[in-house]
T-cell receptor, first 115, second 113 residues
Framework: DSGVTQTPKHLITATGQRVTLRCSPR?????VYWYQQSLDQGLQFLIQ???????AKGNILERFSAQQFPDLHSELNLSSLELGDSALYFC??????????????FGPGTRLLVL | KNQVEQSPQSLIILEGKNCTLQ??????????LRWYKQDTGRGPVSLTI?????NTKSNGRYTATLDADTKQSSLHITASQLSDSASYIC????????????FGAGTQVVVTP
């Protein structure tokens, strides 16, 4: 158990809908990262937050957005969902003090299926 | 083009045998290289993390090597166990990207009895 929690574990929805994925980082970690893992793409970095502020952006679609709240939990919002958005979405956290040098601890993931 | 290439894509080994996985990268400027183990349907778990000055690092039966000059890394699994069956992912961080990682596609290892 990494200490990172994600809810829900599974999500089934229809095309065009909007969903919110939630992540609680390890106690004391200030950085939160979001990743997408689809069968044909491997792990893709989406976005990172550090202490409430966006720190780095990867291959995140404009239909997707995220935020980190004062209590440090984070939410990833996916809107106008398409079939191709079906994937595992992982959240990871790290202390945030050493930037890219830190080990990231991954949550169990949310499996999204868009029908 | 992916900046982190792994080989082989998959391999099957007998329990108790050793195996070596390869990772080549072009990420620059280089900060560190990590190996993750990912069981099917679960989040990746960090095995090792190496910076420019480190040539080798071990974690139990896992030993990672790094040649920053040739931009190559390997992960050696010694005396494989059934629980080693997983995807092993090479991940490289650039020094100008705060926390942003480049992921390889992974090597799927299957250990058979």
């Amino acid at each position: 158990d990494s200490g990172v929690t994600q809810t829900p574990k599974h999500l089934i929805t229809a095309t065009g809908q909007r969903v919110t994925l939630r992540c609680s980082p390890r106690s004391g970690d200030l950085s939160v990262y979001w990743y997408q893992q689809s069968l044909d793409q491997g792990l893709q970095f989406l976005i990172q937050y550090y202490n409430g502020e966006e720190r780095a952006k990867g291959n995140i679609l404009e239909r997707f957005s995220a935020q980190q709240f004062p209590d440090l939990h984070s939410e990833l919002n996916l809107s106008s969902l398409e079939l191709g958005d079906s994937a595992l979405y992982f959240c990871a956290s790290s202390p945030g003090k050493r930037g890219g040098q830190e080990t990231q601890y991954f949550g169990p993931g949310t499996r999204l299926l868009v029908l | 083009k992916n900046q982190v290439e792994q080989s082989p894509q998959s391999l099957i080994i007998l329990e108790g045998k050793n195996c070596t996985l390869q990772c080549n990268y072009t990420v620059s400027p280089f900060s560190n290289l990590r190996w993750y183990k990912q069981d099917t349907g679960r989040g990746p778990v960090s095995l090792t993390i190496m910076t420019f000055s480190e040539n080798t690092k071990s974690n139990g039966r896992y030993t990672a090597t790094l040649d920053a000059d040739t931009k190559q890394s390997s992960l050696h699994i010694t005396a494989s166990q059934l629980s080693d069956s997983a995807s092993y992912i090479c991940v490289v961080s650039a020094s100008d990207s705060w926390g942003k990682l480049q992921f390889g596609a992974g090597t799927q290892v299957v250990v058979t009895p």
